[in-house]
């Protein structure tokens, strides 16, 4: 299955909407928080499963702060990251997800792309689709495809 991991929307949906016609198909979109409001638009555009999170500019959404999610028997733990001071280094990420016995953390908040492994965790952050602040300043995202035998290849990608 494909899976479409984007973060930091930030209630634009201009490149939201190229990356459906781009990337289709998948199976699931991961959404990582600052929808701002958005949510909605994004769940009836996606045409398949939306996990996502509150971000710290999502004030009045009913999405949750952060949840675990499983795919394909891998557990995902899904934040938007600024709890965690994510813009000072992941650190502190790590050991919560470590505490948390899973096999990937998620986040966004900082407009920045991140794929690290470290100790058997795989840590991602697509960057942003409306305000990247990477070198280049292009929006990113990630496709993660996973196979038959638990692996996942991780794909950053830019529009």
């Given amino acids: 299955m494909r899976v479409l991991i984007i973060s930091d929307t930030h209630g634009i949906h201009d490149n939201f909407d190229r990356l459906l016609e781009v990337e289709q198909p998948f199976g699931q979109i991961i959404h990582l928080g600052d929808t701002e409001g958005g949510e909605d638009y994004i769940e009836a555009a996606a045409g398949c499963p939306v996990a996502a999170v509150r971000g710290n500019n999502d004030y009045f ?28 280094g992941v650190e502190k990420l790590i050991k919560e997800a470590g505490s948390r016995d899973v096999d990937m953390v998620m ?53």
């Fill in 61 to 88: 959404s009913d999405l949750p702060g952060e949840q675990i999610i499983e795919i394909e028997g891998r557990r995902i733990f899904m934040t938007h990251g600024h709890y965690y001071y994510v813009v000072a």
């Fill in 107 to 159: 986040f966004g908040h900082t407009h920045r792309p991140l794929i690290r492994r470290e100790d058997g965790l795989t840590v991602l952050n697509p960057g942003s689709l409306s305000y990247p602040r990477q070198e280049g300043r292009r929006p990113s995202y990630i496709v993660m495809q996973t196979g038959t035998d638990k692996n996942f290849e991780i794909f950053l990608k830019y529009l």
